[in-house]
């Protein structure tokens, strides 16, 4: 199974800032990493596919890097809607379908 | 638009049984694979079970002999059959388009809930 470390667990930045969040996985995913956003209540939105591809929808200042076994996702300027729990997840090695633990990026 | 609507989430015993429905539109269901993917109560995402556009299927280890995926493309509806339910099983289920395409389609999930 692969697994997918995130890093950090928590992110506490202020709106306009840039944040940075991290998944590392135990093996090559090659490029096939996905980022999802989540709000209380609601389900997952895919934010970027592929690595690096934004998804249908999902302003600019989202971008995605990395292959391999290392991914960033980039914030770049931090609006309050953003505040929410990301998670990286991979589809090079299923089954199973694996994801991160999880960033938990709030307010300070 | 494509929409993924859930349902048959309920109260059950352990040892128990639940049938979860995932009515699709917008898109052919049986032209894609779909997953399940459930998330317990403050816990992170875990994929459950797939179902490929060929119709072969696969299960994560812990659910494996105990539920079954499957579809019925004239009503273009997914479902997952969930026996011998344990309390580990308790969490808000997800039908999602996908993984051999990135997840991009969620329902907004059934709640199941094993008690006794």
Avoid: H
């Avoid at chain 1, 960033?72 to 505040?83: G, Y």
């Avoid at chain 2, 109560?41 to 696969?58: D, F, M, N, P, Q």
């Amino acid at each position: 199974e692969t697994v997918l470390t995130q890093s950090p667990a928590t992110l506490s930045l202020s709106p306009g800032e840039r944040a940075t969040l991290s998944c590392r996985a135990s093996q090559s995913v090659d490029i096939y990493l996905a980022w999802y956003q989540q709000k209380p209540g609601q389900a997952p939105r895919l934010l970027i596919y592929d690595a690096s591809n934004r998804a249908t929808g999902i302003p600019a200042r989202f971008s995605g890097s990395g292959s391999g076994t290392d991914f960033t996702l980039t914030i770049s300027s931090l609006e309050p809607e953003d505040f929410a729990i990301y998670y990286c997840q991979q589809r090079k090695n299923w089954p199973p379908v694996t994801f991160g633990q999880g960033t938990r990026l709030e307010i300070k | 638009e494509v929409q993924l609507l859930e349902s048959g989430g309920a109260l059950v015993q352990p040892g128990g049984s639940l049938r979860l429905s995932c009515a699709a539109s917008g898109f052919t269901l049986s032209t894609y694979p779909m997953s399940w993917v459930r998330q317990a109560s403050g816990k992170g995402l875990e994929w459950v079970s797939a179902i490929r556009g060929s119709g072969e299927t696969r299960y994560r280890d812990s659910v494996k002999g105990r539920f079954t995926i499957s579809r019925d493309t004239s009503k273009n509806t997914l479902y997952l059959q969930l026996n011998s339910l344990r309390v580990e099983d308790t969490a808000v289920y997800f039908c999602v388009r996908g993984p051999d395409e990135p997840l991009d389609y969620w329902g907004q999930g059934t709640l199941v809930t094993v008690s006794s």
